[in-house]
């Protein structure tokens, strides 16, 4: 089913966070992380950030210290906030600052967060959204696809 509905991704509690990381160190003492590929663009000032997730999976995001918009395709459930929100289909989301998510994926879902930047490397962009860059898959796995213009 292909929806498209209007909601936002808000920044997170800050009594949410420990909580968060909770379910991060459970995940990693579980076992080695799956390889998850990314795929970053940097093209007309923009940065976008592409992952997707097979079904089945849980995923912690780094803490976002930008606005951004978050696009997410599939069937997912998405901690917003101190809720779950429930996704099925297309959505284009506005994406507060200050915000981590959890992703539960109930089939494959692609995510892409986009940004206006100046960034001329994925690791200048990493570093605008994000201060846990050490944490991100991006830097731990070789698995990146890397696309820079110089438009």
Not at 3 to 24: F, G, N, Q, Y
Not at 70 to 95: F, K, N, S, T
Not at 145 to 150: G, M, N, S
Request: hydrophobic share 45%; with cysteine; net charge negative.
């Amino acid at each position: 089913m292909l929806a498209i509905r209007s909601s936002a991704l808000c920044a997170t509690p800050k009594d949410m966070l420990p909580r968060i990381a909770t379910v991060e160190d459970a995940l990693l003492a579980a076992g080695d992380q799956i390889e998850l590929p990314t795929e970053h663009v940097i093209h007309a000032g923009m940065y976008a950030r592409t992952v997707i997730m097979p079904q089945g999976m849980v995923m912690t995001g780094a803490l976002i210290k930008r606005a951004t918009t978050v696009i997410v395709c599939g069937a997912a459930a998405v901690l917003v906030g101190e809720e779950w929100q429930e996704l099925d289909g297309y959505y284009v989301l506005p994406a507060s600052s200050g915000r981590k998510q959890v992703f539960v994926s109930r089939s494959p879902v692609i995510i892409t967060m986009i940004f206006p930047t100046q960034a001329r490397t994925v690791e200048e962009a990493e570093a605008e959204f994000t201060d846990d860059c050490e944490r991100l898959l991006s830097r731990k796995q070789q698995n990146n696809t890397v696309l820079i213009t110089e438009e």
